[in-house]
């Protein structure tokens, strides 16, 4: 069913760049699929790339987990179609996708735009409705033109409200010009019914199936293979805590972690080429669609990033399955771990020896990670979604008016 056939409330409509591995897609998707769910508005999804190529793998769109996940739930789903090998200038859209994309918007009380990239679509529309901008990451500097893409649409009047997954996001696009009025923070959450411990039999058998030993100490590192996740600083630090923990085990997985990815096994054989036996503990899964079972065999939930993060989801649906998270000091993943983690600086030797202590400790921090649950529910960030979109509809006003 499309938006213009609801019988229900409000109609929202999210632009995605594309479905792909992520965890700012997998957090929208929960909130559309949510909020669609819920019955008081109505959701669908427009991508602009029906398919596209990052971490040197092609992602194709219905394949895609988030993608299921919506059609699943009932939401209307559909693509602008362009393909990585259309060889298509990225910031011009032809008149047939406009179109299409126009077909979509028209249907709409308001627009959602996954992350800033999807504005210039949106503002390249003849069409106009109310956009709330959806930021994950607190690197305006990093954005290239989406970022004046942003500003742009908050100039024009199209852009009605910013969420922001966390202060640190809001804080540095206010810096960067978004005006403050426009800012929203929606702290991150998830679905607590997934994401939790297991029972050890369970544990064991998956660590069985995933060839990992019992009584192993486990190292999970979920991100995808790029410069802001630093895989270079965890391959480092894998290293070394698997040279002092005979029993240590790391396992990577996200887009780019297999072997199938040309610069991730030159990483390894740059850390491990005269210690095979080490790599023989160094478990690279790519893409799994089954987190939570990944999360929940784990010791320690690392995370290395450089720059760009705001609220990691890893962060906390690692230790909500049990796992206790690791982090360097970026965006808001100190504020995150506070009372149930560790935060570290970036040498690959105090991380390793972090991950030791960690292990240690899971058993003295459950209790911690028991008490933490109900602040990363995302019962909460649902309502705080609803309720930007609600006031962005009631503040447009004629200039947005829905035929």
């Given at each position: 069913?499309?938006?213009?056939?609801?019988?229900?409330?409000?109609?929202?409509?999210?632009?995605?760049?594309?479905?792909?591995?992520?965890g700012?897609?997998?957090?929208?998707?929960?909130?559309?699929?949510?909020?669609?769910?819920?019955?008081?508005?109505?959701?669908?999804?427009?991508?602009?790339?029906?398919e596209?190529?990052?971490?040197?793998?092609?992602?194709?769109?219905?394949?895609?987990?988030?993608?299921?996940?919506?059609?699943?739930?009932?939401?209307?789903?559909?693509?602008?179609?362009?393909?990585?090998?259309?060889?298509?200038?990225?910031?011009?859209?032809?008149?047939?996708?406009?179109?299409?994309?126009?077909?979509?918007?028209?249907?709409?009380?308001?627009?959602?735009?996954?992350?800033?990239?999807?504005?210039?679509?949106?503002?390249?529309l003849?069409?106009?409705?109310?956009?709330v901008?959806?930021?994950?990451?607190?690197?305006?500097?990093?954005?290239?033109?989406?970022?004046?893409?942003?500003?742009?649409?908050?100039?024009?009047?199209?852009?009605?409200?910013?969420?922001?997954?966390?202060?640190?996001?809001?804080?540095?696009?206010?810096?960067?010009?978004?005006?403050?009025?426009?800012?929203?923070?929606?702290?991150?959450?998830?679905?607590?019914?997934?994401?939790?411990?297991?029972?050890?039999?369970?544990?064991?058998?998956?660590?069985?199936?995933?060839?990992?030993?019992?009584?192993?100490?486990?190292?999970?590192?979920?991100?995808?293979?790029?410069?802001?996740?630093?895989?270079?600083?965890?391959?480092?630090?894998?290293?070394?805590?698997?040279?002092?923990?005979?029993?240590?085990?790391v396992?990577?997985?996200?887009?780019?972690?297999?072997?199938?990815?040309?610069?991730?096994?030159?990483?390894?054989?740059?850390?491990?080429?005269?210690?095979?036996?080490?790599?023989?503990?160094?478990?690279?899964?790519?893409?799994?669609?089954?987190?939570?079972?990944?999360?929940?065999?784990?010791?320690?939930?690392?995370?290395?990033?450089?720059?760009?993060?705001?609220?990691?989801?890893?962060?906390?649906?690692?230790?909500?399955?049990?796992?206790?998270?690791?982090?360097?000091?970026?965006?808001?993943?100190?504020?995150?771990?506070?009372?149930?983690?560790?935060?570290?600086?970036?040498?690959?030797?105090?991380?390793?020896?972090?991950?030791?202590?960690?292990?240690?400790?899971?058993?003295?921090?459950?209790?911690?990670?028991?008490a933490?649950r109900?602040?990363?529910?995302?019962?909460?960030?649902?309502?705080g979604?609803?309720?930007?979109?609600?006031?962005?509809?009631?503040?447009?006003?004629?200039?947005?008016a829905?035929?």
């Amino acid at each position: 069913m499309s938006l213009n056939s609801s019988p229900r409330g409000l109609r929202v409509l999210s632009v995605y760049e594309g479905f792909f591995s992520g965890g700012a897609r997998q957090l929208h998707s929960t909130v559309v699929a949510g909020l669609h769910a819920g019955g008081r508005q109505r959701h669908a999804a427009l991508s602009i790339h029906a398919e596209i190529r990052r971490e040197n793998t092609l992602q194709r769109m219905v394949d895609d987990q988030r993608f299921r996940m919506l059609r699943s739930a009932g939401v209307h789903v559909s693509t602008v179609g362009r393909r990585p090998d259309d060889g298509l200038d990225p910031r011009v859209f032809l008149p047939a996708e406009l179109e299409r994309a126009a077909a979509e918007v028209r249907g709409a009380h308001v627009v959602m735009s996954l992350k800033e990239q999807p504005l210039r679509l949106t503002n390249a529309l003849d069409v106009a409705r109310p956009v709330v901008a959806c930021l994950h990451r607190s690197d305006p500097e990093h954005q290239g033109s989406a970022l004046g893409d942003l500003l742009l649409a908050a100039r024009t009047g199209r852009l009605a409200a910013v969420v922001c997954c966390a202060e640190s996001t809001r804080d540095a696009y206010r810096a960067a010009g978004v005006p403050d009025s426009l800012l929203h923070v929606v702290p991150n959450g998830i679905d607590l019914t997934r994401f939790r411990p297991v029972r050890v039999p369970r544990r064991r058998a998956l660590r069985g199936a995933l060839g990992l030993p019992g009584d192993a100490t486990v190292v999970v590192f979920a991100a995808r293979f790029d410069a802001m996740k630093n895989p270079a600083l965890f391959i480092a630090a894998a290293r070394q805590f698997l040279e002092r923990d005979p029993a240590g085990h790391v396992v990577l997985c996200g887009a780019g972690m297999s072997e199938a990815n040309p610069d991730l096994m030159v990483e390894l054989g740059l850390a491990f080429g005269d210690r095979p036996d080490l790599l023989d503990r160094v478990h690279a899964l790519g893409v799994r669609p089954d987190m939570e079972q990944l999360y929940a065999v784990a010791d320690v939930v690392a995370l290395t990033s450089v720059f760009g993060e705001a609220s990691p989801l890893c962060l906390m649906e690692g230790a909500m399955c049990g796992a206790i998270p690791v982090t360097t000091p970026v965006g808001d993943s100190a504020r995150t771990v506070d009372g149930i983690g560790f935060v570290t600086g970036f040498d690959a030797a105090e991380i390793a020896e972090t991950w030791i202590e960690a292990a240690a400790r899971r058993d003295e921090l459950a209790g911690a990670l028991t008490a933490a649950r109900p602040r990363f529910s995302h019962v909460r960030m649902l309502a705080g979604y609803a309720q930007v979109l609600e006031s962005a509809e009631r503040g447009a006003g004629a200039r947005f008016a829905v035929a």
